[in-house]
């Protein structure tokens, strides 16, 4: 199992994150270092995101403002 984020703008469109992602091997990885990283990710552009566990959509979009 892979844990991946899929970086998006406010529309849903897939953009390309300022901080270059990792495959986590556990969904708690993927949150933990999301939280380290999201302001990064938010100067970068990225707006919303989306957390899948191979090709299965687990939540999301979530919304990086909302993480003030």
């Known amino acids: 199992m892979a844990w991946t984020w899929r970086f998006e703008k406010a529309d849903g469109t897939e953009t ?7 495959e986590f091997t556990t969904q708690g990885d993927a949150e933990s270092w999301i939280g380290e990283v999201w302001r990064q990710l938010q100067e970068g552009g990225v707006e919303q995101v989306t957390l ?4 299965t959509q687990i939540y999301g979009p979530m919304g990086l403002s909302a993480a003030e």
């Open 16 to 22: 390309a994150p300022a901080v270059e992602p990792e």
């Open 52 to 55: 899948f566990e191979d090709d």
